[in-house]
């Protein structure tokens, strides 16, 4: 077995261990207000820099390419209240456009 292997079996059963502890540890009981608000909060923080770390990152750097283009379209269509399909359709194509060309 490679040691890439290694990692991802190792990762894979620290990420198991590290959710199982939350219910263990809570056995059913509800959390505390004060600690719940901020944990609802934590996934759109987190998606939403995942999103702009992947839409305008470039290593170190910060970049306006063409996923800034498919980006803008997903939010106008988001705005217009579109299918996600339409909304997933509409970003690689405007992504697309700019891309065959710049």
Do not use: E, N
Not at 65 to 76: F, H, S, T, W, Y
């Amino acid at each position: 077995m490679s040691a890439g292997w290694v990692v991802v079996i190792g990762l894979g059963l620290a990420t198991v261990a590290i959710k199982a502890v939350g219910p263990v540890l809570l056995g059913g009981r509800q959390l505390p207000p004060q600690v719940l608000a901020p944990v609802r909060l934590l996934a759109p923080a987190l998606l939403a820099a995942l999103v702009v770390t992947q839409a305008f990152g470039s290593g170190r750097d910060l970049a306006l390419d063409a996923r800034a283009a498919g980006l803008a379209a997903a939010v106008a269509a988001l705005l217009l209240r579109a299918p996600i399909l339409v909304i997933i359709a509409s970003a690689a194509v405007a992504t697309a456009l700019v891309r065959m060309f710049a």
